[in-house]
């Protein structure tokens, strides 16, 4: 037998046989976690239920296909009861962290105790840089993926462009007519290639 155990209230408990579980169970439900996926971006945190409920299911996938116990731990909680004990522990050997600087700069001071290694990603604005001597046709496909991916609302997404001023008005006038192409519409729709942000709020944003 193979067990996610996880004691906060929100979480279930998965529990099943190893015999006969095979990679179709990823299958079988690839639509579902597919689905699960299409709504899972950019949330602010009062939003973000939904998250918890995909890293279970693909815990108990994980468990019906056979992973061996402790290759994936999926640990839900707040920050205190949570976050900062794996950031403590002495045989958690690195952490890696995205969210706000404040919850950064705890992270931080609290690895360093241990000289625990730390990769943080903290908030803020990322620039897409290009330089003179870029392919501009590959400068531009991966400008508007790492800015549409999801919507934009991924917290990586490249939203800053510094162009090189050689090639700049070049790359503006590709990137603006990719842009135009770009298919908004339902996210569950064929060839969509922009779908809704999350919320209703989140759009009023802009």
Known sequence: MARIVCRAKCC????????????????????????????????????AV??????????????????????????????????????????????????????????MVT????????SLELGGKSPFIVFDDVDINKAVEWAMFGCFLNAGQVCSATSRLLLHEKIAKKLLDRLIAWAKSIKVSDPLEEGCRLGSVISEDHFNQY
């Open 111 to 118: 690895a360093a105790q241990m000289v625990k290694p730390v």
């Open 50 to 107: 939904a998250d918890m409920d995909i890293c279970l299911e693909l815990g108990g996938i994980c468990v019906e296909i056979g992973l061996p116990p402790g290759v994936l731990n999926i640990v839900t909680g707040l920050g205190h009861e949570a976050g900062s004990p794996l950031a403590s522990h002495p045989h958690v050997d690195k952490i890696a962290f995205t969210g706000s600087t404040e919850t950064g700069k705890k992270i």
């Open 12 to 47: 279930s408990t998965f529990v099943t046989d190893r015999e006969g579980i095979s990679t179709e169970l990823i299958t079988d439900r690839k639509s579902y976690l597919a689905l699960l996926e299409t709504l899972d971006s950019g949330k602010p945190l009062d939003e």
